[in-house]
């Protein structure tokens, strides 16, 4: 089983910066794809970010340059770095973790609030 620990979520102003963090724990075998996804009330999950195991990354179509995904295989962590924030990036974000023969994700983080005020 896997657990997975967001940290680093909170309340920034417009244009500001936030830096989230991912623990990772217990079994990682077969784990390819770690990432973020993020949701608003009453919507869908969407894609923020991937890093595949030999570091290929995906971005979802409204970062625009705006987020960094960094992955440290030895301590197991992940990060997601967010510049220029924008109200409509208030979300809860929710780390992730796909095997390499699954779609979706496997496994899911408890989520952290980032509230972005104007």
């Known amino acids: 089983q896997l657990q997975l620990v967001e940290t680093g979520g909170g309340v920034v102003q417009t244009g500001g910066s936030l830096r989230l963090s991912c623990a990772v724990s217990g079994s990682i075998g077969g784990i390819n794809t770690l990432g973020w996804y993020r949701q608003v009330p009453g919507g869908q999950r969407e894609l923020a970010a991937t890093i595949s195991r030999g570091g290929a990354i995906h971005y979802g179509g409204f970062v625009k340059g705006r987020f960094t995904i960094s992955r440290d295989n030895a301590v197991r962590t992940i990060g997601l770095q967010m510049h220029n924030l924008k109200p409509e990036d208030t979300a809860v974000y929710y780390c992730?973790?796909?095997?390499?023969?699954?779609?979706?994700?496997?496994?899911w983080g408890q989520g952290t609030q980032v509230t972005v005020s104007a």
């Open positions: 992730s973790a796909k095997k390499s023969d699954s779609v979706t994700p496997d496994y």
